[in-house]
């Protein structure tokens, strides 16, 4: 771990369905926890600021902006990261497959936000329409696909589910 | 980076015992979605944040005869799923989905957008025009004020040293409201200019009108001269035309990186007289 900056904090909290209990530096984001302290390389830093969302995570099931987020505040709480997602045969999720195949992904540093925003929207609304699917993903930023082929892969995985 | 230390009290007769032995250089950290955006970019200075996200004490949307309480710690995306807030609400009910991105609105608090007097706030905007009250604790003690007299100025409120923001107070009176925003794209923007517009009708006409703007003056603004104007009146759309113009009058924008002050005022009419008719136009068809 790289020089403490604030207090410790033992923090207790589910990640991808398996109990964390530890010592973390307090000033922490939930971003550097997940990349540097469980080494969950899969969540990316785009901005920092919370427009890109490439640092999409779920938290009680819900998409939060990780790098906006602190780890303290994970406390007592669920976490799924993109390493966490899994489809029923214990393969790749129906999001991770129809991204594939709708050639969704380029240079790729969007796609793990991309797919956790959508599995946030899919979970609260199954039956999305691709006006949802539009709104749901307002919040995550893609500089290379565009838009057009990521929307018609949620869009897939919604009719495949 | 952050570089503050959190500190996470158990509730808020913890965090009233905690403050007097933590440095003074603290603030609170609700949501987040504004205070680590700043220190990620290191412009924050703090030594403590005080994380009040998950006091019970701040959570929760409930009602009582005459009122409509929200929580300063709900979440945006909570007001969302509210039926209270549907049902009451329609103003704030209509500004969700114009505020922020879906995982930053699971994120900010309705309280921290409020704290955080931004004069473009869309949650702050919609709950002026709703007529809400603020709940403001400080050790204990407590006093309300109108929210639209909670704001000072840019970033500025009349909050004292630690002192937090518990809850809006909502009263219930009927009627329909609409929340038009206007920025660089359709949504996930910060507005060049909103309008929100509460209306009570009777029949075809106004009986009481209370009408808020965001992004054209320094606080979220109340245009109390068109309210006046438009009571009493029929909503149609020589009046609306006339409420417009007064808007336009009674706004103080600016030039800056999102918009210019000359387009501000125009779109301020042109949004409320949208707002006007986008309401007499559902009074027709109820």
């Known amino acids: 771990m790289e020089k403490r900056r604030g207090g410790i904090f033992n923090i207790r909290c589910a990640v991808n369905g398996g109990k964390v209990d530890r010592e973390i530096d307090s000033s922490r984001t939930l971003l550097e926890f997940i990349r540097e302290d469980l080494g969950l390389k899969g969540t990316k830093e785009g901005c920092g600021e919370g427009e890109c969302g490439a640092c999409l995570v779920l938290v009680d099931g819900k998409a939060v902006n990780s790098c906006l987020m602190m780890a303290v505040q994970l406390h007592g709480k669920h976490l799924t990261t993109i390493e966490g997602l899994k489809g029923r045969d214990g393969g790749l999720h129906p999001l991770q497959k129809t991204f594939m195949e709708e050639g969704a992904v380029q240079c790729g540093f969007c796609t793990p936000g991309a797919i956790m925003a959508s599995e946030a929207l899919l979970r609260e609304n199954p039956g999305a329409t691709l006006e949802d699917i539009k709104l749901g993903l307002t919040g995550n930023l893609c500089r290379c696909t565009g838009y057009e082929k990521i929307i018609s892969a949620v869009d897939k995985s919604r009719d495949s589910k | ?286």
């Open chain 2, 1 to 286: 980076m952050p570089n503050a230390t959190v500190v996470k009290p158990a509730n808020l007769k913890a965090l009233w015992k905690l403050l007097p032995s933590i440095s003074p250089k603290r603030k609170y950290l609700a949501g987040g979605t504004d205070l680590v955006t700043r220190a990620n970019a290191g412009l924050d200075t703090a030594e403590i944040w005080v994380d009040i996200s998950d006091l019970k004490e701040l959570r929760g949307i409930r009602e009582t005869g005459t009122a409509v309480i929200i929580g300063a710690g709900v979440r945006i995306s909570e007001l969302g799923g509210s039926r209270l807030v549907s049902r009451w609400l329609p103003v704030l009910y209509a500004a969700i989905p114009h505020f922020a991105s879906p995982s930053l609105r699971n994120m900010a608090t309705i309280g921290g957008n409020a704290a955080n007097a931004s004069p473009c706030s869309d949650g702050a905007c919609a709950l002026c025009a709703e007529k809400a009250w603020i709940w403001l604790e400080l050790k204990g003690k407590r006093r309300k004020l109108p929210l639209s007299a909670f704001f000072k100025g840019p970033k500025k409120t009349v909050l004292k040293k630690d002192e937090l923001v518990t809850a809006f107070e909502i009263p219930k009176w009927k009627h329909v409201g609409a929340y038009l925003k206007l920025g660089p794209r359709a949504y996930f923007g910060i507005s060049k200019v909103s309008v929100a517009a509460a209306l009570e009708m009777d029949g075809g006409r106004v009986k009481t009108a209370s009408i808020a703007l965001a992004s054209v003056a320094p606080v979220p603004l109340l245009a109390r001269k068109t309210a006046d104007y438009l009571a009493g009146r029929i909503l149609n759309e020589e009046n609306a035309r006339t409420a417009a113009a007064l808007v336009k009058a009674e706004v103080s924008p600016i030039t800056d990186i999102r918009s210019e002050a000359a387009y501000r005022r125009e779109m301020a009419g042109v949004l409320l007289e949208r707002a006007l008719g986008r309401i007499g136009r559902r009074g027709e068809n109820l």
